[in-house]
């Protein structure tokens, strides 16, 4: 570098002063820069000779230059990764390759906790109510759309009512006169025996089994004494001044004739058919 030459581009007298030969050729430091050097593949501006060059692949960087494109961290000394010819820290690339939290999008790091759902993924901190926005974590859940909810709110927002203790129906329940029940609430009115699956009746808006209809309840038949209760045979009743019979209990007194939809007529207090009565 002491050899006297004019520079290939300016040609100024290079004696005595430093310079660089490109392709064999001698060049002024300041013309090395301006028509030689290499641009930093970051900021564009040439990479001087006094500046350390830091090179791979094929593209160059001020050292300065040579940091993380998504954090900015300086990589001269520090162990590196390319993607999408972007050059970024092994924590960085480690987040860009890592699948995306469905709650917040950021990346799912390996070793995170996570909640994985209908094909997707979220962070155990993220994957919350939908109304309460509370973390579901090892709790139950249900899904309303593509919503989920914890138990306690599914079951306030969606589920049937009660109409006896107000308390949300979750599973099984009693439909009667369109409105929702309990099965362990829809029982018997005197002995609280549970109704769901059995026979049962309505007197005044309360309801009964069969057994605390029949006894506390049922009129009883003028004819044989006993409880009308329109189950099984003798479903139709007769009624006449105040009492009532059994369809088959409605008889003449003396000759047993079936008096249903015929004419009758009571005297002393029995039933008699026509042809009796006028005996």
């Known amino acids: 570098m002491a050899e006297s030459s004019n520079c290939f581009y300016c040609r100024e007298d290079l004696g005595g002063k430093r310079f660089v030969r490109n392709e064999g050729r001698p060049v002024c430091i300041r013309c090395h820069t301006k028509f030689c050097a290499n641009s930093c593949a970051e900021c564009r501006r040439p990479i001087p000779v006094e500046s350390k060059e830091l090179s791979h692949k094929g593209r160059y960087w001020h050292e300065e230059c040579f940091r993380c494109a998504k954090c900015y961290k300086p990589l001269a000394k520090e162990p590196f990764s390319t993607k999408d010819d972007r050059i970024m820290c092994g924590k960085c690339c480690s987040r860009e390759d890592a699948p995306r939290c469905h709650g917040c999008y950021k990346a799912l790091l390996p070793g995170t906790e996570s909640v994985e759902y209908k094909g997707n993924s979220w962070h155990d901190e993220c994957f919350t109510c939908f109304n309460c926005k509370q973390p579901i974590g090892s709790l139950s859940f249900l899904s309303k759309g593509t919503d989920v909810y914890c138990s306690p709110c599914h079951d306030k927002k969606f589920a049937k009512h009660c109409v006896c203790c107000k308390k949300a129906i979750t599973s099984g329940g009693v439909?009667?006169?369109?409105?929702?029940?309990?099965?362990?609430c829809f029982v018997c009115s005197s002995c609280s025996k549970p109704l769901a699956g059995t026979s049962f009746t309505n007197h005044q808006d309360q309801v009964f089994c069969v057994d605390c209809y029949k006894t506390s309840v049922a009129k009883k038949c003028s004819g044989c004494q006993n409880p009308?209760?329109?189950f099984g045979k003798g479903v139709n009743v007769v009624n006449y001044e105040g009492s009532s019979w059994?369809?088959?209990?409605?008889?003449?007194?003396?000759?047993?004739?079936?008096?249903s939809n015929k004419r009758f007529v009571a005297k002393g207090g029995d039933i008699l058919c026509a042809d009796c009565s006028e005996k």
């Open 175 to 184: 439909n009667y006169q369109d409105q929702p029940w309990h099965s362990h």
């Open 228 to 230: 009308i209760t329109g």
């Open 246 to 259: 059994h369809e088959y209990c409605f008889n003449c007194k003396r000759c047993s004739l079936s008096l």
